[in-house]
Nanobody, 125 residues
Framework: QVQLVESGGGLVQAGGSLRLSCVVSGRTFNTYAMAWFRQAPGKEREFVAVITWSGLNTHYTDSVKGRFTISRNNAQNTLYLQMNSLKPEDTAVYYC??????????????????WGQGTQVTVSS
């Protein structure tokens, strides 16, 4: 069974930074494409960023381009999301997700096979 555990969320002022981590159990981390999603209160879960198994290819939603960076360390089974220049509208629960289609850069949440429990990010104005 694959388990994903996020950490690194918290409360930060607008303009600040946070780094989220997602540790994945199991030996097959380097065969998954990995993504971050977020869900604000009263809204649907939305795509944030995705990275292929090798780390060579990434894709971001337009609202975070130039501010967020997704990366991974396959030796440590860990996915990261560096978030800079945070805005109040970035406030949400952030989830990491794994897709067995290792080359996929897909945005639809339905294609992801495994999910973490989420970590809260709150950006104050």
């Amino acid at each position: 069974q694959v388990q994903l555990v996020e950490s690194g969320g918290g409360l930060v002022q607008a303009g600040g930074s946070l780094r989220l981590s997602c540790v994945v159990s199991g030996r097959t981390f380097n065969t998954y494409a990995m993504a971050w999603f977020r869900q604000a209160p009263g809204k649907e879960r939305e795509f944030v960023a995705v990275i292929t198994w090798s780390g060579l290819n990434t894709h971001y939603t337009d609202s975070v381009k130039g501010r967020f960076t997704i990366s991974r360390n396959n030796a440590q089974n860990t996915l990261y999301l560096q978030m800079n220049s945070l805005k109040p509208e970035d406030t949400a629960v952030y989830y990491c997700a794994a897709n067995r289609q290792q080359y996929s850069l897909g945005e639809r949440k339905e294609i992801y096979d495994y999910w973490g429990q989420g970590t809260q990010v709150t950006v104050s104005s």
